[in-house]
C-alpha cells in the first residue's frame, strides 16, 4: 500500500520567500487587493481587475481573490484608473466573496 503524499497549499507564489525575506509588501509582490476605509463614507480600492456592478446602492469589483462588494446609498466613484479607484457615499457593508 502507497502512502499519500501531503500537498503543500501555497499561499504565495514561488520565489515568494525571496521577496518576504527583502521585505516587499505583499500588495506590490503579488498584486493582492487593498482596501482603505476613511470612516463610514469613503473608500479607496486598489489592485482591482474590473468593475462587475455599479449602480447608487452596490458596487462589485473583481479582485485577484474573488469579488469585493460594497453595500450602502449613494455610492459614486469620485476618481477612477487602471490601478485603483475612489468611492464614496454611505458604506454600509463590505463583503470579499
Do not use: W
Request: with cysteine; hydrophobic share 35%.
Amino acid at each position: 500500500m502507497r502512502k499519500k503524499k501531503k500537498q503543500k497549499k501555497l499561499l504565495h507564489p514561488p520565489g515568494g520567500e525571496l521577496l518576504s525575506a527583502m521585505q516587499v509588501p505583499s500588495d506590490l509582490a503579488f498584486g493582492e487587493p487593498v482596501v482603505t476605509f476613511y470612516g463610514g463614507r469613503e473608500v479607496q480600492i486598489e489592485n482591482f481587475r474590473r468593475i462587475l456592478e455599479y449602480n447608487a446602492c452596490r458596487l462589485c469589483v473583481l479582485t485577484q481573490y474573488g469579488r469585493l462588494l460594497l453595500v450602502g446609498e449613494g455610492i459614486r466613484i469620485v476618481s477612477y484608473s487602471g490601478e485603483e479607484m475612489r468611492v464614496e457615499g454611505r458604506i454600509d457593508q463590505a463583503t470579499f466573496q
